[in-house]
């Protein structure tokens, strides 16, 4: 007897087009399973025929779920399309496990992943939420691509245009970090926060505070410039509130170029006079030299 190491496998196979219908009643499952295998179990493969213009294959229902429990659920093509007509759609993992949404790599330029919101013409459009997972934090991390031979990725959070601009926010309880990433051998990126076009303010403040220690903004660096803007610097305490409004620092940097040119023009006119009384000085000290070395 001939022990067979593989199962056979059950074709499908539409000639022509095929429709099963019944009125008023509870239609049946359609159930394609492979059978069970000591080792390993079959595929379950299906796919629309080779042409010239391949045709497509859609899964409809009510409710649909694709999943796997410990193999792989793949659906691929040269467009895949994974839509809810009006339902959500979910992509998760049951306990643990990766969600990754990636293109293929390619040796010239490789594909965008872009996650979009739907439009509404009368209503609010949707939102997008990045979060991070609740216990120890996760985080959320927005990176630019890495590069060895040109500029790495750019990073862009930008509100959309509107007939009153809406607000960039970033609001969390951990930390908000801004990091622009190193050059392998050049500068590194630039750090760039830009308010509208139309006089929208920039504003750097920390919150309130429940202890002594007061919330801290700092700005600093090896050169600061700061023009013709409006930068408000907020420090909250419970009870005091220090407000510090800097709005024109063209007549401010005006008003030290003026000062330094003071301290210029005196240090001029006191030159003489300084010069004058080192010399009256190491005459004195002359003298007394003179004197104490003097027999007399």
Do not use: C, Y
């Amino acid at each position: 007897m001939l022990a067979r190491k593989q199962a056979a496998q059950l074709l499908f196979v539409a000639a022509t087009a095929v429709r099963l219908s019944a009125a008023n009643v509870t239609s049946g499952d359609l159930v394609l399973r492979t059978g069970s295998g000591a080792a390993k179990t079959g595929n379950v493969q299906v796919s629309a025929g080779d042409a010239t213009s391949r045709g497509d294959f859609a899964v409809t229902a009510s409710n649909t779920r694709v999943e796997a429990t410990d193999g792989l659920a793949a659906v691929h093509g040269p467009t895949v399309r994974v839509a809810a007509a009006q339902g959500s759609l979910n992509l998760l993992t049951e306990t643990t496990g990766d969600v990754v949404i990636a293109t293929g790599d390619n040796s010239g330029a490789s594909s965008n992943v872009t996650i979009q919101a739907g439009t509404s013409s009368s209503s609010q459009a949707g939102s997008i939420e990045l979060k991070g997972g609740r216990g120890v934090a996760g985080a959320v991390v927005l990176q630019g691509g890495d590069s060895s031979t040109a500029n790495g990725g750019s990073v862009k959070i930008t509100s959309g245009r509107g007939e009153t601009a809406s607000a960039v926010e970033v609001a969390v309880g951990g930390t908000v970090e801004l990091a622009a990433g190193q050059g392998l051998s050049g500068a590194g990126g630039d750090v760039v926060i830009n308010s509208g076009a139309n006089g929208g303010a920039v504003r750097v403040h920390a919150s309130d505070v429940l202890s002594a220690a007061a919330s801290l903004v700092t700005v600093d660096g090896e050169s600061l410039a700061l023009d013709q803007a409006a930068v408000v610097l907020w420090t909250f305490m419970p009870v005091t509130e220090l407000k510090v409004v800097l709005s024109s620092f063209r007549a401010v940097a005006e008003v030290m170029n003026r000062v330094g040119h003071f301290l210029s023009v005196l240090d001029k006119a006191m030159r003489p006079l300084v010069d004058m009384l080192t010399f009256f000085l190491a005459l004195a000290i002359a003298l007394k030299v003179v004197r104490f070395k003097s027999p007399l």
